[in-house]
T-cell receptor
Framework: GESVGLHLPTLSVQEGDNSIINCAYS??????FIWYKQESGKGPQFIID?????DKRQGQRVTVLLNKTVKHLSLQIAATQPGDSAVYFC????????????FGSGTQLTVLP | NAGVTQTPKFQVLKTGQSMTLQCAQD?????MYWYRQDPGMGLRLIYY???????DKGEVPNGYNVSRLNKREFSLRLESAAPSQTSVYFC????????????FGDGTRLSIL
């Protein structure tokens, strides 16, 4: 079956630097994408989403970019803080799937002091 | 704001025992979901309920049953637990099947001996 995958399982950045987490998806029918943050012992926490009719969306310190041509999604975190250390998942879904989410395997982001 | 509440938080079972995991949401959401998360992996959908009175299988339904008790509550039952069902179980809810993010509880950590 089709799945969502991540390029890198781990990412370490210096505090204050920008972070970029990448995600590849293979289902060309996917039209809605979500980024989640998961801290140890907690459930996934919604960060930001984007619909397929957009290529960029900004939130507070986060930006999601969508490139449908190459089926690529990225999450940019500005001025990374220690509290940003977590596992980040991208998830995709498409209309007609009853909005079932397909998750990638996750990227562990570590913020270095 | 409670959001999605799961009980219990931890449980240890012996092979063959049965158990029901409880989930309740207070956001008046129509859709609810059960996922499992295994080490180093993303979440996989077990069952979902698009609306009160309906349930459907997800990616990994074998060995599980669900009940959408009312709009707020969605339970997951293991009739005869197996070691392969050792996992962290997450419940989620969303407003409906449109482009809305799912919101997650903090999980039930289940070990089957």
């Amino acid at each position: 079956g089709e799945s969502v995958g991540l390029h890198l399982p781990t990412l370490s950045v210096q505090e204050g630097d920008n972070s970029i987490i990448n995600c590849a998806y293979s289902n060309s029918a996917s039209d809605y994408f979500i980024w989640y943050k998961q801290e140890s012992g907690k459930g996934p926490q919604f960060i930001i989403d984007i619909r397929s009719n957009m290529d960029k969306r900004q939130g507070q310190r986060v930006t999601v970019l969508l490139n449908k041509t190459v089926k690529h999604l990225s999450l940019q975190i500005a001025a990374t803080q220690p509290g940003d250390s977590a596992v980040y998942f991208c998830a995709e879904t498409f209309s007609g799937s009853a909005r079932q989410l397909t998750f990638g395997s996750g990227t562990q982001l570590t913020v270095l002091p | 704001n409670a959001g999605v509440t799961q009980t219990p938080k931890f449980q240890v079972l012996k092979t063959g025992q049965s158990m029901t995991l409880q989930c309740a949401q207070d956001m008046n959401h129509n859709s609810m979901y059960w996922y499992r998360q295994d080490p180093g992996m993303g979440l996989r959908l077990i069952y979902y309920s698009a609306s009160e009175g309906t349930t459907d299988k997800g990616e990994v339904p074998n060995g599980y049953n669900v009940s959408r008790l009312n709009k707020r509550e969605f339970s997951l039952r293991l009739e005869s637990a197996a070691p392969s069902q050792t996992s962290v179980y997450f419940c989620a809810s969303s407003r409906d099947g449109s482009n809305q993010p799912q919101h997650f509880g903090d999980g039930t950590r289940l070990s089957i001996l």
